[in-house]
Protein backbone atom coordinates (compact mmCIF):
# COMPACT_ATOMS: atom_id res chain seq x y z
CA UNK A 1 0.00 0.00 0.00
CA UNK A 2 1.55 3.21 -0.90
CA UNK A 3 0.33 6.78 -0.59
CA UNK A 4 -0.43 8.50 -4.24
CA UNK A 5 1.99 10.55 -5.84
CA UNK A 6 0.43 14.07 -5.32
CA UNK A 7 0.63 14.29 -1.46
CA UNK A 8 4.28 12.88 -1.65
CA UNK A 9 5.07 15.64 -4.01
CA UNK A 10 3.89 18.37 -1.92
CA UNK A 11 5.44 17.31 1.09
CA UNK A 12 8.70 16.75 -0.74
CA UNK A 13 8.04 20.79 -2.14
CA UNK A 14 6.93 22.29 1.19
CA UNK A 15 10.26 20.84 2.89
CA UNK A 16 12.49 21.94 0.46
CA UNK A 17 11.07 25.42 0.64
CA UNK A 18 11.62 25.36 4.31
CA UNK A 19 14.81 23.95 3.73
CA UNK A 20 15.63 26.59 1.16
CA UNK A 21 14.41 29.62 3.66
CA UNK A 22 17.11 28.32 5.66
CA UNK A 23 19.70 27.99 3.19
CA UNK A 24 19.64 31.26 2.46
CA UNK A 25 19.20 32.59 6.40
CA UNK A 26 22.68 30.78 6.41
CA UNK A 27 23.73 32.70 3.68
CA UNK A 28 23.71 35.88 6.04
CA UNK A 29 25.90 33.82 8.75
CA UNK A 30 29.59 36.22 8.79
CA UNK A 31 31.33 32.68 9.88
CA UNK A 32 34.40 31.47 8.33
CA UNK A 33 32.76 27.87 8.60
CA UNK A 34 29.56 29.52 6.69
CA UNK A 35 30.12 27.40 3.34
CA UNK A 36 31.24 24.59 4.96
CA UNK A 37 28.11 24.44 6.61
CA UNK A 38 25.99 25.27 3.50
CA UNK A 39 27.85 22.57 1.68
CA UNK A 40 26.53 20.42 4.69
CA UNK A 41 22.79 21.49 4.68
CA UNK A 42 22.37 20.69 0.81
CA UNK A 43 23.32 17.04 1.26
CA UNK A 44 21.67 16.60 4.39
CA UNK A 45 18.48 17.96 2.45
CA UNK A 46 18.81 15.46 0.01
CA UNK A 47 19.58 12.60 1.70
CA UNK A 48 16.46 13.17 3.87
CA UNK A 49 14.48 13.69 1.01
CA UNK A 50 15.36 10.31 -0.54
CA UNK A 51 14.65 8.80 2.82
CA UNK A 52 11.39 10.15 3.31
CA UNK A 53 10.36 9.14 -0.36
CA UNK A 54 12.05 5.40 0.47
CA UNK A 55 10.06 5.72 3.69
CA UNK A 56 6.49 6.56 2.04
CA UNK A 57 7.13 4.01 -1.24
CA UNK A 58 8.12 1.12 1.42
CA UNK A 59 5.23 -1.68 1.00
CA UNK A 60 3.85 -1.46 4.31
CA UNK A 61 1.31 -4.75 3.74
CA UNK A 62 4.06 -6.68 2.32
CA UNK A 63 7.35 -5.83 4.00
CA UNK A 64 9.22 -8.13 7.19
CA UNK A 65 8.57 -6.89 10.63
CA UNK A 66 11.93 -6.11 11.32
CA UNK A 67 11.85 -4.10 8.36
CA UNK A 68 8.64 -2.18 9.29
CA UNK A 69 10.38 -1.30 12.54
CA UNK A 70 13.36 0.38 10.86
CA UNK A 71 11.08 2.37 8.66
CA UNK A 72 9.26 3.64 11.99
CA UNK A 73 12.44 4.59 13.03
CA UNK A 74 13.49 6.26 9.93
CA UNK A 75 10.35 8.51 9.38
CA UNK A 76 10.31 9.27 13.02
CA UNK A 77 14.04 10.47 12.82
CA UNK A 78 12.98 12.48 9.58
CA UNK A 79 10.11 14.27 11.25
CA UNK A 80 12.09 14.63 14.33
CA UNK A 81 14.54 16.72 11.73
CA UNK A 82 11.77 18.83 10.00
CA UNK A 83 8.91 19.51 12.88
CA UNK A 84 11.59 21.73 14.83
CA UNK A 85 12.72 22.86 11.71
CA UNK A 86 8.81 24.10 10.81
CA UNK A 87 8.83 25.70 14.07
CA UNK A 88 11.70 27.60 13.34
CA UNK A 89 10.67 28.84 10.12
CA UNK A 90 7.28 29.75 10.90
CA UNK A 91 8.84 32.33 14.30
CA UNK A 92 11.33 33.25 12.05
CA UNK A 93 9.09 34.48 9.36
CA UNK A 94 6.96 36.10 11.61
CA UNK A 95 9.97 37.90 12.83
CA UNK A 96 10.14 39.22 9.68
CA UNK A 97 6.88 41.04 9.35
CA UNK A 98 8.03 44.40 10.10
CA UNK A 99 10.45 44.35 7.56
CA UNK A 100 7.44 44.97 5.17
CA UNK A 101 7.04 48.09 6.82
CA UNK A 102 10.46 48.91 6.63
CA UNK A 103 11.28 48.27 10.48
CA UNK A 104 13.78 45.95 12.36
CA UNK A 105 13.17 42.40 12.50
CA UNK A 106 12.28 40.78 15.83
CA UNK A 107 15.13 39.05 16.76
CA UNK A 108 13.66 37.85 20.13
CA UNK A 109 11.08 35.86 17.98
CA UNK A 110 13.65 33.93 15.63
CA UNK A 111 14.96 33.20 19.47
CA UNK A 112 12.32 31.74 20.49
CA UNK A 113 11.83 29.51 17.17
CA UNK A 114 15.47 28.85 17.33
CA UNK A 115 14.93 27.35 21.13
CA UNK A 116 11.65 25.71 20.41
CA UNK A 117 12.89 23.95 17.70
CA UNK A 118 15.66 22.66 20.23
CA UNK A 119 12.77 22.02 22.81
CA UNK A 120 10.89 19.60 20.29
CA UNK A 121 13.84 17.46 19.15
CA UNK A 122 15.21 16.82 22.49
CA UNK A 123 11.29 16.33 23.54
CA UNK A 124 11.02 14.19 20.74
CA UNK A 125 14.15 11.99 21.40
CA UNK A 126 12.94 11.72 25.17
CA UNK A 127 9.60 9.94 24.32
CA UNK A 128 11.37 7.92 22.14
CA UNK A 129 14.83 6.92 24.42
CA UNK A 130 13.39 7.39 27.86
CA UNK A 131 9.57 7.75 28.24
CA UNK A 132 8.47 5.06 25.92
CA UNK A 133 9.82 2.55 28.53
CA UNK A 134 8.37 4.51 32.03
CA UNK A 135 5.55 2.64 32.63
CA UNK A 136 2.87 4.67 35.10
CA UNK A 137 0.45 2.95 37.45
CA UNK A 138 -3.08 5.09 37.96
CA UNK A 139 -5.00 3.71 40.48
CA UNK A 140 -8.82 4.41 39.83
CA UNK A 141 -12.25 3.75 42.24
CA UNK A 142 -15.10 3.01 40.02
CA UNK A 143 -18.53 2.98 42.07
CA UNK A 144 -21.01 0.07 40.92
CA UNK A 145 -24.72 0.46 41.60
CA UNK A 146 -25.60 -3.46 43.21
CA UNK A 147 -22.36 -4.14 43.66
CA UNK A 148 -22.32 -7.20 45.32
CA UNK A 149 -20.88 -6.81 49.24
CA UNK A 150 -18.64 -10.40 47.75
CA UNK A 151 -17.19 -8.13 44.96
CA UNK A 152 -16.49 -4.89 47.24
CA UNK A 153 -12.83 -4.18 46.78
CA UNK A 154 -12.25 -6.64 43.99
CA UNK A 155 -8.83 -5.04 42.20
CA UNK A 156 -8.86 -5.08 37.89
CA UNK A 157 -5.52 -4.34 36.60
CA UNK A 158 -6.25 -3.25 33.06
CA UNK A 159 -3.19 -3.04 30.45
CA UNK A 160 -4.02 -2.32 26.10
CA UNK A 161 -2.32 -1.93 23.00
CA UNK A 162 1.06 -3.43 24.01
CA UNK A 163 2.16 -3.83 20.02
CA UNK A 164 4.74 -6.16 20.43
CA UNK A 165 5.90 -6.16 17.20
CA UNK A 166 7.40 -2.92 17.57
CA UNK A 167 9.86 -4.25 19.73
CA UNK A 168 10.97 -7.12 17.20
CA UNK A 169 11.84 -10.51 19.81
CA UNK A 170 13.02 -7.81 22.53
CA UNK A 171 11.35 -8.47 25.89
CA UNK A 172 13.03 -6.28 28.19
CA UNK A 173 9.71 -3.81 28.36
CA UNK A 174 7.51 -6.22 28.19
CA UNK A 175 9.17 -8.49 30.73
CA UNK A 176 8.96 -5.30 33.09
CA UNK A 177 5.19 -4.42 31.98
CA UNK A 178 4.12 -7.99 33.49
CA UNK A 179 6.34 -7.59 36.99
CA UNK A 180 5.04 -4.14 37.58
CA UNK A 181 1.19 -5.90 36.98
CA UNK A 182 1.83 -8.88 38.88
CA UNK A 183 3.46 -6.74 41.62
CA UNK A 184 0.20 -4.92 42.02
CA UNK A 185 -1.54 -8.55 43.33
CA UNK A 186 -4.76 -7.97 41.28
CA UNK A 187 -7.59 -9.83 41.71
CA UNK A 188 -8.16 -10.24 37.94
CA UNK A 189 -6.13 -8.74 34.95
CA UNK A 190 -7.38 -7.97 31.83
CA UNK A 191 -6.04 -7.03 28.05
CA UNK A 192 -8.15 -4.77 25.94
CA UNK A 193 -6.91 -5.88 22.68
CA UNK A 194 -3.99 -5.04 20.13
CA UNK A 195 -1.47 -6.95 20.66
CA UNK A 196 0.22 -7.23 17.61
CA UNK A 197 1.04 -4.82 14.72
CA UNK A 198 -0.09 -6.41 11.90
CA UNK A 199 0.73 -10.55 11.90
CA UNK A 200 0.02 -13.05 14.67
CA UNK A 201 4.03 -14.51 14.57
CA UNK A 202 4.92 -11.39 16.05
CA UNK A 203 3.76 -12.29 19.54
CA UNK A 204 6.07 -15.86 19.85
CA UNK A 205 9.03 -14.62 21.18
CA UNK A 206 6.72 -12.87 23.82
CA UNK A 207 4.52 -16.37 25.22
CA UNK A 208 7.34 -17.11 27.77
CA UNK A 209 6.97 -13.44 29.45
CA UNK A 210 3.32 -12.83 29.39
CA UNK A 211 2.54 -16.09 30.32
CA UNK A 212 3.59 -14.69 33.61
CA UNK A 213 0.73 -12.80 34.23
CA UNK A 214 -1.01 -14.06 37.04
CA UNK A 215 -4.31 -13.07 39.11
CA UNK A 216 -6.60 -15.52 41.20
CA UNK A 217 -9.82 -14.86 39.27
CA UNK A 218 -7.82 -15.08 35.61
CA UNK A 219 -6.56 -13.32 32.84
CA UNK A 220 -8.90 -12.36 30.38
CA UNK A 221 -8.49 -10.43 26.70
CA UNK A 222 -10.01 -9.59 23.39
CA UNK A 223 -9.22 -8.55 20.01
CA UNK A 224 -8.44 -4.90 18.56
CA UNK A 225 -7.82 -3.65 14.96
CA UNK A 226 -4.58 -4.70 14.50
CA UNK A 227 -4.91 -8.33 16.12
CA UNK A 228 -7.20 -9.20 12.46
CA UNK A 229 -4.10 -9.46 10.21
CA UNK A 230 -5.82 -6.42 8.32
CA UNK A 231 -2.81 -4.38 7.87
CA UNK A 232 -1.37 -7.12 5.95
CA UNK A 233 -1.11 -8.34 2.34
CA UNK A 234 -2.54 -12.01 3.04
CA UNK A 235 -2.49 -14.59 -0.23
CA UNK A 236 -5.93 -15.58 0.44
CA UNK A 237 -8.68 -15.70 3.16
CA UNK A 238 -7.24 -18.90 4.81
CA UNK A 239 -4.46 -17.66 5.23
CA UNK A 240 -5.46 -14.72 6.82
CA UNK A 241 -7.81 -16.93 8.52
CA UNK A 242 -5.33 -19.14 9.82
CA UNK A 243 -3.04 -16.07 11.41
CA UNK A 244 -5.93 -15.31 13.25
CA UNK A 245 -6.50 -18.92 14.67
CA UNK A 246 -2.74 -19.05 15.26
CA UNK A 247 -2.76 -15.52 17.83
CA UNK A 248 -5.94 -17.13 19.87
CA UNK A 249 -4.65 -20.52 20.21
CA UNK A 250 -0.95 -18.27 21.64
CA UNK A 251 -3.07 -16.72 24.38
CA UNK A 252 -4.71 -19.77 24.56
CA UNK A 253 -1.25 -21.84 25.68
CA UNK A 254 -0.37 -18.20 27.52
CA UNK A 255 -3.14 -19.34 29.76
CA UNK A 256 -5.11 -16.34 29.14
CA UNK A 257 -9.45 -16.58 28.85
CA UNK A 258 -10.64 -14.75 25.60
CA UNK A 259 -13.89 -13.55 25.38
CA UNK A 260 -14.61 -13.22 21.75
CA UNK A 261 -18.10 -11.76 21.61
CA UNK A 262 -18.61 -14.30 24.95
CA UNK A 263 -19.39 -13.50 28.87
CA UNK A 264 -17.20 -14.86 31.74
CA UNK A 265 -18.89 -15.09 35.05
CA UNK A 266 -17.23 -14.15 37.77
CA UNK A 267 -18.03 -15.72 41.46
CA UNK A 268 -16.95 -14.80 44.98
CA UNK A 269 -19.08 -16.37 47.66
CA UNK A 270 -23.05 -16.67 46.39
CA UNK A 271 -22.24 -13.74 44.50
CA UNK A 272 -21.50 -13.27 40.48
CA UNK A 273 -20.83 -10.19 38.46
CA UNK A 274 -20.64 -10.98 34.28
CA UNK A 275 -17.56 -9.90 32.49
CA UNK A 276 -18.26 -9.31 28.88
CA UNK A 277 -15.83 -8.94 25.82
CA UNK A 278 -16.80 -8.11 22.24
CA UNK A 279 -14.64 -8.49 19.23
CA UNK A 280 -13.56 -5.16 17.59
CA UNK A 281 -16.63 -2.56 17.21
CA UNK A 282 -14.76 0.40 15.08
CA UNK A 283 -15.64 3.85 13.64
CA UNK A 284 -14.25 3.77 9.93
CA UNK A 285 -12.47 3.04 9.00
CA UNK A 286 -11.56 0.24 11.32
CA UNK A 287 -13.77 -2.77 10.26
CA UNK A 288 -16.42 -3.88 12.70
CA UNK A 289 -16.41 -7.78 14.54
CA UNK A 290 -17.82 -7.28 17.55
CA UNK A 291 -21.66 -8.11 18.47
CA UNK A 292 -23.10 -7.09 21.89
CA UNK A 293 -26.19 -9.12 21.58
CA UNK A 294 -23.79 -12.15 20.88
CA UNK A 295 -21.19 -11.65 23.42
CA UNK A 296 -24.18 -10.95 26.28
CA UNK A 297 -27.09 -13.42 24.76
CA UNK A 298 -29.42 -12.39 27.90
CA UNK A 299 -31.63 -9.22 28.45
CA UNK A 300 -28.67 -6.27 28.53
CA UNK A 301 -30.97 -4.51 30.85
CA UNK A 302 -31.09 -7.40 33.45
CA UNK A 303 -29.97 -6.20 36.92
CA UNK A 304 -26.89 -8.44 36.73
CA UNK A 305 -23.63 -6.10 37.17
CA UNK A 306 -21.64 -6.15 33.64
CA UNK A 307 -17.97 -5.01 33.36
CA UNK A 308 -17.26 -4.86 29.22
CA UNK A 309 -14.32 -5.25 27.24
CA UNK A 310 -14.43 -3.33 24.04
CA UNK A 311 -11.12 -2.40 22.21
CA UNK A 312 -12.18 1.21 20.63
CA UNK A 313 -13.85 3.23 22.76
CA UNK A 314 -16.23 4.69 19.88
CA UNK A 315 -18.30 1.81 20.58
CA UNK A 316 -19.17 2.99 23.53
CA UNK A 317 -19.67 6.46 22.59
CA UNK A 318 -22.17 5.50 19.92
CA UNK A 319 -24.40 2.26 21.51
CA UNK A 320 -23.86 2.45 25.27
CA UNK A 321 -23.33 5.38 26.63
CA UNK A 322 -26.54 7.03 26.68
CA UNK A 323 -28.96 3.57 26.07
CA UNK A 324 -30.82 3.04 29.19
CA UNK A 325 -31.42 -0.70 27.95
CA UNK A 326 -27.81 -1.51 28.76
CA UNK A 327 -27.12 -1.65 31.82
CA UNK A 328 -23.17 -1.76 31.30
CA UNK A 329 -21.82 -0.57 34.76
CA UNK A 330 -18.24 0.14 33.40
CA UNK A 331 -16.89 -0.14 29.64
CA UNK A 332 -12.88 -0.79 29.54
CA UNK A 333 -11.62 0.19 26.05
CA UNK A 334 -7.73 0.95 24.92
CA UNK A 335 -6.81 2.18 21.25
CA UNK A 336 -6.50 5.91 21.12
CA UNK A 337 -2.88 5.81 23.02
CA UNK A 338 -3.67 9.34 23.17
CA UNK A 339 -2.20 9.56 19.67
CA UNK A 340 1.22 8.84 22.07
CA UNK A 341 1.67 12.35 22.47
CA UNK A 342 0.18 14.25 25.75
CA UNK A 343 1.80 16.79 27.85
CA UNK A 344 -0.19 18.46 30.62
CA UNK A 345 -2.82 16.66 30.39
CA UNK A 346 -3.77 17.83 26.57
CA UNK A 347 -3.47 15.63 23.63
CA UNK A 348 -4.00 15.83 19.83
CA UNK A 349 -6.30 12.43 20.62
CA UNK A 350 -8.76 15.35 21.46
CA UNK A 351 -9.62 16.27 17.67
CA UNK A 352 -10.20 12.59 16.68
CA UNK A 353 -11.64 10.70 19.56
CA UNK A 354 -14.42 11.79 21.83
CA UNK A 355 -12.93 9.61 24.57
CA UNK A 356 -9.16 9.08 24.37
CA UNK A 357 -8.19 8.69 27.92
CA UNK A 358 -8.87 8.78 31.32
CA UNK A 359 -12.78 8.09 32.82
CA UNK A 360 -16.41 9.23 31.18
CA UNK A 361 -19.52 8.93 32.55
CA UNK A 362 -22.61 7.92 30.97
CA UNK A 363 -25.91 9.61 31.62
CA UNK A 364 -27.61 6.29 32.78
CA UNK A 365 -24.75 4.87 35.41
CA UNK A 366 -22.91 3.78 32.10
CA UNK A 367 -19.49 4.70 32.71
CA UNK A 368 -16.04 4.21 30.48
CA UNK A 369 -12.45 4.31 31.00
CA UNK A 370 -10.25 4.77 28.12
CA UNK A 371 -6.36 3.21 29.37
CA UNK A 372 -3.90 4.74 26.71
CA UNK A 373 -1.92 1.67 26.15
CA UNK A 374 1.65 0.41 26.57
CA UNK A 375 3.57 0.09 23.56
CA UNK A 376 3.75 2.10 20.32
CA UNK A 377 2.18 1.81 16.72
CA UNK A 378 3.46 4.12 13.91
CA UNK A 379 6.14 6.30 16.09
CA UNK A 380 8.58 4.31 18.09
CA UNK A 381 8.30 7.07 20.72
CA UNK A 382 5.80 8.25 23.70
CA UNK A 383 6.01 12.43 24.01
CA UNK A 384 4.38 12.12 27.56
CA UNK A 385 1.40 9.46 27.14
CA UNK A 386 3.42 7.66 29.37
CA UNK A 387 2.85 3.92 29.00
CA UNK A 388 -0.61 2.88 31.45
CA UNK A 389 -0.93 0.60 34.04
CA UNK A 390 -4.72 1.27 35.36
CA UNK A 391 -6.02 -0.55 38.60
CA UNK A 392 -9.32 -0.54 39.20
CA UNK A 393 -11.03 -1.04 42.86
CA UNK A 394 -14.86 -1.56 42.76
CA UNK A 395 -17.12 -0.15 45.46
CA UNK A 396 -20.75 -0.16 46.02
CA UNK A 397 -22.43 3.12 45.25
CA UNK A 398 -24.62 4.21 47.94
Same mark, same amino acid.
Given at each position: ???????????????????YY???????????????????W??????? =??? /????????????????????????????????????????????S????????????????????????F??????? /???? @???????V??????????????????IS????????????????????V @??????????TG???????????????????????????????????????????? =????? @????????? =???????L #??????L??G??? +??????E?????????????????????????V?????????H?????C?A??? #?? =?????????????????????????????????????????? @? +???????????????P?????T?K???
Amino acid at each position: MRLPLLPILAVLALNGLVDYYIYRRLERWKSSAQPLARRIWVILSVVL =ALV /LVAAICWPKKEGGNDALTWLMWLLFSYFSIYIPKYLYVIFDLVASIPRIWKCRRLKVLSVTGGVLAAVSFVLMWWGA /LINR @NRIQVKDVAVEIANLPESFSGMTIAQISDIHVGTFGNDTAFVAKLVDRV @NALHPDMIVFTGDIVNRRSDELEPFISTLSRLHAPMGVYSILGNHDYGDYYEWPDS =AAKKA @NLDYLKKMQ =ADMGWTML #NNATAYLHAGADS +IALVGVENVGDPPFPTYGDLDEAYPGDLADPTVKILLSHNPAHWCEDICDAPDK #NI =ALTLSGHTHAMQIELFGVSPAVFRYKTWGGMYRGSGGNDLYV @N +IGAGEVAIPARIGATPEITLFTLKPKE
